[in-house]
Each structure stands twice: as structure tokens, then as C-alpha cells.
């Protein structure tokens, strides 16, 4: 079950497995310092950029950023690199011509250590991973709340996926003038996330925009719920492709179709939208539950008193946030919490 296969859309990172142990399982930096990697003595001349966008094995980086000498360089990748997955968000050093000039072409040496790592399996048994967006530290789950239907358990696994990966979810609930979303929105009360709700007419774009700036926001959502529509809002010069929701099947036209990197740009400062495909499905095979619980900063605490191997799932024996929960000791809050809790476990438990 693949949905980057379903949208016909595969030109955007490598073919499952087809990158390296280096490349994968990178936990969050929690400093913030991005250690140097070590570069060929050859590669002393290399620049550094970020990685825009892919497609069809030419990669769009920015050199440069806010400098004198900011400019856009395409670029294949050197041989060097391997197996190694490289995508959208990536740091990285490049050599050869680098002016950014038409026709030029530059070539990607090395990766620099990512601080976050979005990835996907291609369905829940499988520990084969797919990288889809580097250095993220936030993402926007766009959600409709009508045409097509919310879904909680989609919503939920891209949850599971950002605890996963150490990456601050925000919800967004989009065309709001179609129905009320509260019922929906009551599931993840327990989560403490931030949420917004609008429609395209009023999003609430100030309160977005606060979010953005000196972020790394990654947007997710099914196709078809106006992600395009509230990027291009957010990032008027994005002009993001936006669909039509097939009134049948309720389906977008999948018309966003490779993972971008923009510039959110006010007064009040700069942060980056990553604008990925949008998805069906997210399998979750990768995921390691402690990275769940562990999310969960208050009630992780009271995980250190578990049985060893504690699943921390409802039918876990002796489970101490399951007990201390039912003593009242986190009050009301606290078995909303843990209710959540429980089912993004059982989300990607099956
Ligand atoms: N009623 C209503 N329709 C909206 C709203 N926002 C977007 N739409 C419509 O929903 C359809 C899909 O919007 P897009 O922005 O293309 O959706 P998307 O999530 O980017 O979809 P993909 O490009 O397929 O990934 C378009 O026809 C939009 O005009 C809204 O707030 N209310
Ligand atoms: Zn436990």
C-alpha cells in the first residue's frame, strides 16, 4: 500500500531501501549545532546550501540564504554519495559550478548530520523506510473538515510520525464553512497541540504565520483538503497548483506533486514551508513506540517506573501511567492523555 505510487508521483527521493544505515535513525539535535561532516580534502572549495526540492535527479538548492550572494544552483549528486537518501531540507556541500548561472550544473558531495528525519515505510509490516523531508522541527497536519471526511486515524499516524521523528506537530482544520470540525477536534484534546481552523475566505493566517517563523514547518495532508490553497496564502509567490475535489470520490487531482521547500517571508521574520505530495496512507513500520511515550513528556516520567519491556498500551500488566493515571494523580487531564496516548500506540501497533 503506497501512496507516492497511487499519485503516480516517484521522483522525489530514492526507491525504498535504497540508501544506507548513516542516513537513517538520526535523532533530534537538541542544541541545535549542526556537526561539520567531514569533507573530502579535494572538496575544500565546496559551498553549502539546502536542498529545495527534487526532480528527476536534479536537485534545486539554495546557496547563500539571505546573503549577498544568495542564488539557486541546480545540481545532480556525485557518485561519492552512495546509496544515501537526499532530499528536500537536506544541508549539504557542493563543488563544481556553482555560479547558479542558466545551464550550469553543480554536484552534491556531502550531507551534513540531519537534526530531523520525516520518513515513511510503505505499509505498517514493512521496516523499509522512505525519507521525505530532512531538518523539519514542525509539522502542519492539514485536515478538511468536510470533502473529503476528516479522519482521525490518519490524522493519528501523522502524529505517530512527527513524535517519531522529535518533530512539534500543529493541526489545521481547512474548509470550515463546509461543517463544524469541534466532534472531530474533541479526539485530540488530550495532545496539548496547538490547532487552527478556518476556511479559505478566513484562515486564520497571522496565528499560522507566528508558527512559521525560524521553523522548518513540514505541511502534510490527503489530497484534496486545500493545503496548496493555505500555502499559497500563506507564501503568495508559492502559486502552488491547487486541484478540484472530485465530488464523487471526494478525491483531489493530487496536483501537488513533488516535496518543496519555500520561503515564508513578513516583517516579523523568515521560516520555511516544506509543501509535500499529498498522502493517503502513511506506514508506519519504522516507528519506535519509546519516541511515542516519549513525546509525552509528563506521563514518560512516570514510564521510568514500568516493568521492563512495558508496552505502555492498555492491556500492559503493571503499566505505572496506566496505574498513576487511575489513582487521579495527573487529574482529568491526565486520562484524556493517556487515552491518546493509547491509540497512537495502537495505530501503528495494528
Ligand atoms: N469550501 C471550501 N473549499 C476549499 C477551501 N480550501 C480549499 N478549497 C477547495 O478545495 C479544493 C482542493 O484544494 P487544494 O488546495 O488544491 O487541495 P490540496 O490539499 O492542495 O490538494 P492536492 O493538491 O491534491 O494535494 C479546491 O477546489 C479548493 O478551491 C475552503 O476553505 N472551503
Ligand atoms: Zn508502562
Given at each position: 500500500?503506497?501512496w507516492?505510487?497511487?499519485?503516480?508521483v516517484?521522483?522525489d527521493?530514492e526507491?525504498y531501501?535504497?540508501?544506507?544505515?548513516?542516513?537513517?535513525?538520526?535523532r533530534?539535535?537538541?542544541?541545535g549545532?549542526r556537526?561539520?561532516t567531514?569533507?573530502?580534502p579535494?572538496h575544500n572549495?565546496?559551498?553549502?546550501g539546502?536542498?529545495?526540492?527534487?526532480d528527476?535527479?536534479?536537485?534545486?538548492?539554495l546557496?547563500?540564504?539571505?546573503?549577498?550572494?544568495?542564488?539557486?544552483i541546480?545540481?545532480?549528486?556525485?557518485r561519492?554519495?552512495?546509496k544515501k537518501?537526499?532530499v528536500t531540507?537536506?544541508?549539504?556541500?557542493?563543488?563544481?559550478?556553482?555560479?547558479?548561472?542558466?545551464?550550469?550544473?553543480?554536484?552534491?558531495v556531502s550531507?551534513?548530520?540531519?537534526?530531523?528525519?520525516?520518513r515513511?515505510?510503505?505499509d505498517?509490516?514493512d521496516?523499509?523506510?522512505?525519507?521525505?523531508v530532512?531538518n523539519a522541527?514542525?509539522?502542519?497536519i492539514?485536515?478538511?473538515a468536510?470533502?473529503p471526511e476528516?479522519?482521525?486515524?490518519?490524522?493519528?499516524r501523522?502524529?505517530?510520525a512527527a513524535?517519531?521523528?522529535g518533530?512539534?506537530?500543529?493541526?489545521?482544520v481547512?474548509?470550515?464553512d463546509?461543517?463544524d470540525?469541534?466532534e472531530?477536534?474533541?479526539?485530540?484534546?488530550g495532545?496539548g497541540i496547538?490547532?487552527?481552523?478556518?476556511?479559505?475566505?478566513?484562515?486564520?493566517?497571522?496565528e499560522i504565520a507566528e508558527q512559521?517563523i525560524s521553523?522548518e514547518?513540514?505541511?502534510?495532508g490527503?489530497?484534496?483538503v486545500?493545503k496548496?490553497?493555505?500555502?499559497?496564502?500563506?507564501?503568495p509567490?508559492?502559486?502552488r497548483?491547487?486541484?478540484?475535489?472530485?465530488?464523487?470520490?471526494?478525491r483531489?487531482?493530487?496536483?501537488?506533486?513533488?516535496t518543496?521547500?519555500?520561503?515564508?517571508?513578513?516583517?516579523?521574520g523568515?521560516?520555511?514551508v516544506?509543501?509535500?505530495?499529498?498522502?493517503r496512507?502513511?506506514g508506519?513500520?519504522?516507528v519506535?513506540?519509546?519516541?511515542i511515550v516519549r513525546s509525552?513528556?509528563?506521563?514518560a516520567e512516570l514510564?521510568?517506573e514500568c516493568?521492563?519491556?512495558?508496552?505502555?498500551?492498555?492491556?500492559a500488566?503493571d503499566c505505572?501511567i496506566?496505574?498513576?493515571?487511575?489513582?487521579?494523580?495527573?487529574?482529568?487531564?491526565g486520562?484524556?492523555?493517556l487515552?491518546?496516548?493509547h491509540?497512537?500506540?495502537?495505530t501503528f501497533?495494528?
Open positions: 500500500m503506497s507516492w505510487s497511487e499519485t503516480g516517484d521522483d527521493d526507491p531501501g535504497d540508501y544506507d544505515e548513516s542516513s537513517i535513525r538520526v533530534p539535535n537538541p542544541k549545532n556537526p561539520r567531514k569533507i573530502r579535494e572549495d565546496a559551498v553549502s539546502v536542498v529545495l526540492g527534487v528527476r535527479g536534479r536537485f534545486t538548492v546557496v547563500d540564504a539571505g546573503g549577498e550572494q544568495e542564488r539557486i541546480t545540481s545532480t549528486r556525485a561519492e554519495l552512495g537518501a537526499l531540507g537536506d544541508r549539504v556541500r557542493l563543488v563544481g559550478d556553482t555560479s547558479g548561472d542558466q545551464g550550469t550544473l553543480a554536484r552534491i550531507i551534513d548530520e540531519r537534526t530531523s528525519l520525516l515513511r515505510s510503505a505498517d509490516t521496516a523499509i523506510e522512505r525519507v521525505l530532512a522541527d514542525q509539522m502542519l492539514v485536515v478538511a468536510a470533502n476528516p479522519r482521525t486515524r490518519l490524522v493519528d501523522y502524529l505517530v513524535f517519531d521523528a518533530i512539534r506537530p500543529l493541526l489545521c481547512t474548509k470550515t463546509l461543517a470540525p469541534s472531530f477536534l474533541r479526539n485530540f484534546e495532545l496547538t490547532i487552527f481552523t478556518g476556511s479559505k475566505e478566513a484562515f486564520p493566517l497571522d512559521l521553523h514547518t513540514v505541511f502534510v490527503h489530497s484534496g486545500g496548496s490553497t493555505l500555502i499559497n496564502a500563506l507564501v509567490t508559492a502559486d497548483a491547487t486541484g478540484r475535489v472530485n465530488d464523487v470520490t471526494g483531489g487531482r493530487h496536483t501537488s506533486s513533488s518543496v521547500s519555500l520561503q515564508y517571508s513578513s516583517p516579523a523568515t521560516g520555511w516544506i509543501d509535500t505530495p499529498g498522502v496512507s502513511f508506519l513500520g519504522h519506535n513506540p519509546d519516541n509525552f513528556t509528563d506521563l514510564a521510568l516493568p521492563r519491556g512495558c508496552t505502555h498500551r492498555a492491556d500488566p505505572a496506566t496505574e498513576a493515571v487511575r489513582e487521579g494523580r495527573l487529574g482529568e487531564v486520562t484524556v492523555r487515552d491518546s496516548l491509540r497512537l500506540l495502537d501497533a495494528g
